[in-house]
């Protein structure tokens, strides 16, 4: 069964880019990464083939990517301004990319 969460973080599209830059190009596991703004930051909707996949990328990549970006503009590494919530799947469909 497929993992998805949306996840609201305060970072603006200049430190996202800067974030993903730093991710390898293939994701195992990633079904589809949305992001989109939002009042006072970004969203992110992700679905993933298992929460494993997610949680091993994220530890792998996306953690330490994180970190090197906000460090570069003196922010600590906080999580309790990050707000996840876990959703259930229905159905994902993809279309082409754009």
């Known amino acids: 069964m497929a993992y998805a969460f949306i996840q609201d973080v305060p970072a603006n599209e200049e430190m996202y880019r800067k974030v ?3 991710l390898p190009p293939e ?4 079904v589809a990464h949305i992001v989109t703004k ?5 969203r992110y909707f ?3 083939e298992s929460a494993e996949q997610w949680e091993a990328f994220r530890d792998a990549y996306v953690e ?3 970190g090197e970006v906000l ?3 003196g922010i600590p590494h906080d999580h309790s301004m990050v707000m996840t919530e876990t959703v259930d799947v229905v159905d994902v469909w993809c ?3 754009h």
């Open 38 to 42: 939002r009042e006072g930051g970004l």
């Open 64 to 66: 330490p990517a994180v």
């Open 95 to 97: 279309g082409r990319a």
């Open 20 to 22: 993903r830059a730093l």
């Open 71 to 73: 460090a570069s503009y």
């Open 27 to 30: 994701a195992p596991g990633l």
């Open 46 to 48: 992700d679905v993933w």
